[in-house]
């Protein structure tokens, strides 16, 4: 079971991350899209899964990565990103419910330019609960 | 074309595009999500699964390719302000054959500056996204 006392608990704001035109382009292909400057709609993923980082790494949270299942997902865009633009990302634990036993986390991650709030990111994972 | 020429309920595009597990080790890398269910057919098996699956957030980029082609198909003026989806059921990659995603979309809302799709993927005869849901935005 998670730690419901982190409901509404923010990580620090990572470093800025720069969103490389390599890292854009290998994305963009992988999924057959042409790989131009365009950051691909769900590239943010690639910065918000490891910003949540020190959560899983965290024994007080007690979130065991081997029990997750990715069940939601969902992207705002307030403004078009480019490939080298700088970001910096803050993820928040929103909410975590528990239905029969099981867990369902959702991380809010704001993700912002030198501009403000550019993107921001939910994500939710079914955290499987022990075997009764 | 324009948003206004929309009503929901329309159906407005069908897109199928093939995965192999070879797409899904250069998801992997581009990615990222290197999970071994994703690569392996006994981790995946160990998992309790019943082979590799795809990563959810490949299918999902596979949804926004297929939205993204029709707006540039259609010669629509518009960019991606939300997207979202729900994993209903994984996608099975067997190595020999692989699979198919298709995906559907249909007009949620509509209106002269924004249309709102609701998109479904569909693989193996279930429905894997959904729901599923777009929002475009006149620039």
């Given at each position: 079971?998670?730690n419901?006392?982190?409901?509404?608990?923010?990580?620090?704001?990572?470093?800025?991350?720069?969103?490389?035109?390599?890292?854009?382009?290998?994305?963009?292909?992988?999924?057959?899209?042409?790989?131009?400057?365009?950051?691909?709609?769900?590239?943010?993923?690639?910065?918000?899964?490891?910003?949540?980082?020190?959560?899983?790494?965290d024994p007080e949270f007690g979130?065991?990565?081997?029990?997750?299942?990715?069940?939601?997902?969902?992207?705002?865009?307030?403004?078009?990103?480019?490939?080298?633009?700088?970001?910096?990302?803050?993820?928040?634990?929103?909410?975590?419910?528990?239905?029969?036993?099981?867990?369902?986390?959702?991380?809010?991650?704001?993700?912002?330019?030198?501009?403000?709030?550019?993107?921001?990111?939910?994500?939710?994972?079914?955290?499987?609960?022990?075997?009764? | 074309?324009?948003?206004?020429?929309?009503?929901?309920?329309?159906?407005?595009?069908?897109?199928?595009?093939?995965?192999?597990?070879?797409?899904?080790?250069?998801?992997?890398?581009?990615?990222?999500?290197?999970?071994?269910?994703?690569?392996?057919?006994?981790?995946?098996?160990?998992?309790?699964?019943?082979?590799?699956?795809?990563?959810?957030?490949?299918?999902?980029?596979?949804?926004?390719?297929?939205?993204?082609?029709?707006?540039?198909?259609?010669?629509?003026?518009?960019?991606?302000?939300?997207?979202?989806?729900?994993?209903?059921?994984?996608?099975?990659?067997?190595?020999?054959?692989?699979?198919?995603?298709?995906?559907?979309?249909?007009?949620?809302?509509?209106?002269?500056?924004?249309?709102?799709?609701?998109?479904?993927?569909?693989?193996?005869?279930?429905?894997?996204?959904?729901?599923?849901?777009?929002?475009?935005?006149?620039?």
């Amino acid at each position: 079971m998670l730690n419901t006392s982190y409901v509404g608990r923010s990580l620090p704001t990572t470093e800025p991350v720069v969103i490389t035109a390599d890292s854009v382009s290998r994305f963009a292909r992988a999924l057959g899209l042409p790989g131009d400057a365009a950051v691909p709609p769900t590239y943010l993923v690639s910065l918000t899964m490891p910003a949540a980082d020190p959560l899983i790494a965290d024994p007080e949270f007690g979130l065991d990565w081997s029990r997750v299942l990715h069940r939601d997902q969902r992207f705002v865009y307030h403004r078009e990103l480019r490939a080298g633009t700088e970001v910096a990302l803050t993820p928040t634990v929103e909410s975590i419910k528990t239905v029969a036993g099981n867990d369902l986390l959702t991380i809010h991650t704001e993700v912002a330019d030198a501009e403000g709030l550019a993107a921001e990111v939910w994500t939710t994972l079914f955290v499987a609960g022990d075997p009764a | 074309m324009t948003f206004a020429d929309l009503a929901p309920g329309d159906a407005v595009f069908t897109a199928a595009f093939p995965v192999s597990r070879e797409h899904l080790a250069a998801y992997a890398d581009a990615s990222g999500d290197h999970n071994p269910i994703h690569l392996d057919e006994a981790a995946a098996k160990a998992a309790g699964l019943p082979d590799v699956i795809a990563h959810g957030m490949f299918t999902m980029g596979l949804v926004s390719r297929a939205v993204l082609e029709w707006i540039d198909g259609a010669g629509i003026d518009a960019r991606l302000t939300e997207f979202s989806a729900r994993f209903a059921k994984p996608v099975v990659v067997p190595a020999e054959t692989g699979a198919i995603v298709e995906v559907e979309a249909k007009v949620r809302k509509a209106d002269d500056d924004s249309v709102e799709l609701a998109l479904t993927a569909y693989s193996g005869g279930e429905k894997v996204l959904v729901p599923s849901r777009a929002t475009l935005t006149r620039s």
